[in-house]
């Protein structure tokens, strides 16, 4: 892939007169994909009922799931949003200002996709792309449609991460030569999206905003690293399936000239600085207050009409998406899009 490939998003877009709502009026929303990631999204978007947020509408293909999800938001919010089964009904609801895919993973883009010809705006789930093609289609209908994407990487609206990144960025571990990216299990086409939490901070905290030069794998079976190098960069960026050795599932390390920093899959942080390896800064993780931080973060760049606004816009859905997609491709032989 050479940068030219890579798409990018326009500063800012013109407020779009065919969304029935003002810059504060009610906004209503449809969740598509019930299972436990679409009720903790489903759960997040109704906090905001106090800034004029209304889950209106639940999506399924599982009847058994939708009319499950129904009732819970029921005795969540004491009433029944709308139910369809077919998420192209959905779309040609000319009430529903956005839509939240939460789907199985291999439909985040072109679900995306539609729901943008349909005029909705979008939160997309990580990854919110399954290979760099359908990213680079993606971006294009953001920039045709002129909607508002987020993508799920909710670490970005986590004030925890966005604190140990700023760090790193000053400094605080001196230079810093090595991101490992930790995940559990192997990395196999059918886990495609593995790792793109961790990876997406190794991005922001190490500012990689193009396509990494080289991808090269090794190891076997659940023992795999993928080696990711950015011209310029000076950062060995390594994706590691194997959660265990370093005492925790999941996770970002960074090691530099004055200390190392451990991220965890929580957003919380550590330092440990010196030869002594003596405690310095740390944070604790937002958990799931990051995931409605990030929802927050989508209905105000919504309002603003401004993708600027976002802090993990269309660009860097792109970006971090690709990177696993990669990282199967050099495992496994197979070349990407």
Aim: glycine letters at 12%; proline letters at 5%.
């Amino acid at each position: 892939m050479q940068r030219r490939d890579f798409v990018r998003v326009a500063a800012g877009f013109p407020a779009i007169a065919r969304n029935g709502w003002s810059a504060n009026g009610r906004i209503r929303v449809a969740m598509a994909g019930l299972g436990s990631r679409g009720r903790d999204l489903m759960r997040s978007f109704h906090l905001l009922r106090g800034e004029n947020v209304e889950m209106a509408a639940l999506v399924d293909t599982d009847e058994a799931v939708l009319s499950g999800r129904a009732a819970d938001f029921e005795k969540l919010a004491g009433r029944r949003p709308a139910a369809f089964r077919d998420i192209g009904r959905l779309l040609e609801d000319p009430s529903i200002d956005a839509i939240v895919l939460a789907t199985p993973t291999h439909r985040h883009a072109r679900g995306a996709i539609q729901a943008c010809q349909a005029g909705k705006d979008v939160y997309v789930e990580a990854p919110g792309s399954g290979d760099p093609r359908e990213g680079r289609e993606l971006i294009e209908a953001v920039q045709r449609y002129r909607r508002i994407v987020q993508h799920g990487t909710q670490s970005r609206s986590n004030p925890a991460t966005a604190q140990a990144v700023r760090k790193l960025q000053e400094g605080q571990i001196g230079r810093v030569f090595l991101a490992r990216a930790i995940v559990p299990g192997a990395i196999t086409a059918e886990t495609a999206g593995r790792g793109v939490h961790q990876l997406d901070v190794i991005r922001w905290a190490l500012n990689r905003n193009t396509p990494p030069a080289r991808v090269a794998a090794m190891g076997a079976g659940q023992s795999r690293s993928v080696l990711y190098e950015w011209a310029g960069c000076g950062v060995l960026v390594i994706l590691e399936s194997r959660g265990a050795d370093v005492g925790f599932p999941s996770g970002v390390i960074f090691a530099g000239t004055e200390g190392s920093m451990i991220l965890s899959a929580s957003g919380g942080y550590r330092t440990l600085l010196g030869a002594g390896k003596r405690r310095g800064p740390a944070g604790s993780g937002a958990g799931e207050i990051a995931t409605l931080l990030h929802v927050r973060n989508f209905i105000r760049a919504m309002r603003s009409r401004n993708p600027a606004d976002l802090n993990a816009g269309p660009r860097e859905l792109h970006l971090s998406s690709a990177l696993p997609c990669l990282a199967v491709a050099a495992c496994t032989g197979r070349p990407e899009a």
